[in-house]
């Protein structure tokens, strides 16, 4: 259990890390690290039950390796700058990351269903999310919004593991394919933005209005 | 739900499908009928078996689909645009409207009633970009009248009957016409086709006040001030909507502002039924219903026949087509409540119900008076200035077999039930009306008539004082007709020029509530910017507060 709990705490500390980075490199690394990680506390909750492993080794082909190693040649072939452009200065996202983690544990206790196999992986879990919308609503760059729903989705998928024995099998690959597909489908949109304004800077979109 | 009522359901459902193919075959007309004939024969069982007031609604309804029946097919030859459409939706409208009458209250009555507004919305607004203005009128009331709706019927042991009666009271009140919320009614009715007009006013319209009487069943006796804002409303409406009325130049304007009026009589039936639980109240409710019902639909129906809407354009068709004044003038005699009409019958039970009622209520005759000499003034000018005098312009004349046969059948039962008025009332118990008491007075009447006022009379052309002949657009016009009454009524001004006008300050207040919440709906389209990071923060700060939410 021990290992599990600092591999929790390890999962924080990425998700935290990739509000702070400026490079897109780094913040595509850390998500990977993220999800190798996950994987691992997938692999250390399985107690001889097989849809635990799988699940975990679907999340490390898929998450682990896969969209990373999509994100990189995105990032190459849309021939745009590797830095991350936000609203907020670092230390700023940093503070607000942190308030937020704190918001996150206050309330965390009170979503812990009874038979939660994982009590502590709740509060990380709704950092993930509330951090993952951080940095989408702070960040200029289309593919940073990619991003930020990437690590959005896995706050989901931890929240799922701690508090039940994971979702069935069916659903947890169902998800982990559709994460993959929406990640997919976004790049192809990345690239339609790219091709039709020049640029994809999320800032300067703003036809979409009431 | 009685066979006979599935049996109308599934002949209506078979008249919509065979409408959109071959509405011009007999098939058509036949279902029609047989959906018209079954509904009457299943309403009058419910209404003489136990005085239910759907029984009366679905009666008044089918008598109207029966004059519809012969009507329609030949109506849509002349107006082919969009006919098919027309054929398919008015069966599936007055199916919607028998499962108003039919459903439990809860969403199964919810779903009718939408589902009712929503075709009545398509029936109006396929006249096309005319008739714009009116069918947006229709739908906003239809919203305000189904959140009434709502709030009632999901408040339901929520909330106090005081809420719930509000809710009921917007909600089926806006159907009704209830004032002030009546002001979509001469928008709405007017502008669609003549048979929809018929249906919208002569039936449509009934369902608010089917559904104001069944809520008692439904919901609880209603509290005290429903009663007086009924009695009040309906009879301030009714005198508002017969000034207004008069200043209408549109045919069937004025028609729709007669509706008002006459659903303004019915409310106050209503009303002084609750307050006092009087059946006499009981049997003014669902006469005149009826009685509205088959002399509107004859009016409405009359008016399809005629190419011209404008009364200041038309004239003279008396002499062109007297079958069609005679129709049109026993349904405009019995609409200005003249003796023995049905209207007259149903007003004079208001009458005796207001006078021997308690309290303060014996006032509301004043009103039915006032009411009874504007209904006579208002339709006096409608019939003169159309059928009489000299034509004012060359309007065109529809009025082949099928259609006369239709207002031939409206005519019939319309007569029917006024000489025997008291047999549509016996599920009331009580001889209410005693008709042939009525029959010997007006009798004497006319003879005290005739030998107190022997004059000879001769008929001649009008005198023209001998300066230059008369033409046809020397007759009263429309407006100047009904200047007078108009300058002694205070909510309406009429502005002098050239062409008299109408300021209507009603109106004026809705305009005001229209753009108030077109500014409140400007604040509201601020928070869309466009900015996809400030649409991805309001998520995160929705979260954060739900989050919030949880810790207290």
Known sequence: MEVVNTLVLAVLATGFLMVSRRSLDAVIRLYALQNVLLALVSFGLAKGELHFVLAGLALFVLKGVAIPWYLFWLLDRLEVSHEVEGYLSVSFSLLLAGLLIALAFRVGAVFVLPEAPLPQGVPVALSLVLLGMLSMVSRKKAISQVLGFLALENGVFLLALSESHGLPLFVELGVALDAFAAVFLAGVLIFRIKGEMGHVDTARMRALRG | ?552
């Open chain 2, 1 to 552: 739900m009685s066979e006979g009522v599935m049996v109308s359901a599934l002949a209506l459902v078979g008249a919509s499908l065979v409408g959109l193919r071959a509405w011009g075959s007999g098939g058509y007309a036949l279902l029609l009928g047989l959906g018209g004939a079954t509904l009457v024969q299943a309403g009058g069982g419910m209404w003489y078996g136990d005085g239910s007031a759907a029984g009366v609604f679905l009666h008044l309804l089918g008598l109207l689909t029966m004059a519809l029946a012969s009507y329609v097919p030949e109506y849509l030859g002349h107006h082919p645009k969009e006919a098919p459409v027309y054929a398919f939706l008015v069966p599936l409208f007055l199916l919607a409207m028998v499962g108003v009458a039919q459903a439990p209250p809860g969403l199964p009555f919810l779903f009718f009633w939408e589902g009712m507004a929503l075709l009545g919305y398509l029936l109006v607004a396929l006249e096309g970009p005319k008739a714009q203005a009116g069918a947006r009128a229709f739908f906003l009331a239809s919203r305000l009248s189904g959140a009434g709706l709502y709030l009632a019927f999901l408040g339901q042991g929520h909330l106090g009957p005081d809420w719930i009666w509000a809710g009921l009271l917007v909600g089926f009140g806006v159907k009704a016409a209830l004032f002030p919320f009546h002001l979509w009614l001469p928008r709405a009715h007017p502008v669609a086709i003549s048979p929809v007009s018929a249906l919208l006013s002569g039936a449509m319209t009934k369902l608010g006040l089917y559904g104001l009487f069944q809520a008692q069943t439904w919901f609880g006796p209603p509290p005290v001030w429903v009663g007086f804002a009924l009695v009040l409303l309906g009879l301030f409406g009714a005198v508002y909507a017969l000034v207004r009325g008069l200043a209408e130049e549109d045919l069937k304007g004025a028609l729709a502002y007669s509706s008002v009026e006459n659903l303004g009589l019915m409310l106050a039936a209503l009303g002084g039924y609750f307050l006092t639980g009087k059946v006499l109240f009981l049997g003014a409710f669902f006469l005149h219903q009826v009685g509205h019902a088959l002399f509107k639909g004859l009016l409405f129906l009359g008016s399809g026949a005629l190419s011209e809407r404008q009364v200041s354009r038309l004239g003279g068709l008396w002499h062109r087509m007297p079958l069609l004044g005679g129709l049109v003038l026993l349904g405009m005699a019995v609409g200005a409540g003249l003796p023995p009409g049905a209207v007259f019958a149903a007003e004079w039970l208001l009458y005796q119900g207001f006078l021997f009622a308690p309290g303060l209520l014996p006032l509301g005759v004043g009103a039915l008076a006032l009411v009874g000499a504007l209904a006579l003034y208002f339709y006096v000018r409608l019939f003169g200035l159309a059928f009489l005098g000299a034509p004012r312009g060359n309007v065109a004349l529809h009025l082949g077999p099928g259609m006369r046969f239709g207002l031939l059948v409206l005519a019939v039962i319309l007569v029917g039930l006024s000489l025997f008025p008291q047999e549509f009332l016996r599920p009331l118990g009580q001889g209410l009306y005693p008709s042939w008491a009525l029959w010997v007075l007006l009798a004497l009447a006319f003879g005290l008539y005739r030998w107190l006022d022997p004059r000879p009379s001769r008929s001649y052309g009008t005198w023209d004082c001998g300066f230059q002949p008369l033409t046809p657009r020397m007759q009263p016009n429309a407006l100047g007709f009904s200047e007078p009454a108009l300058r002694l009524f205070p909510f309406l001004r009429l502005k002098v020029g050239e062409r008299p006008e109408l300021d209507e300050p009603l109106e004026r207040v809705y305009q005001g509530v229209g753009e108030g919440f077109g500014w409140a709906t400007r604040l509201v389209q601020a928070l869309q910017s466009g900015s996809l990071h400030f649409y991805l923060l309001l998520q995160l700060l929705t979260l954060v507060v739900v989050m919030g939410v949880v810790l207290l």
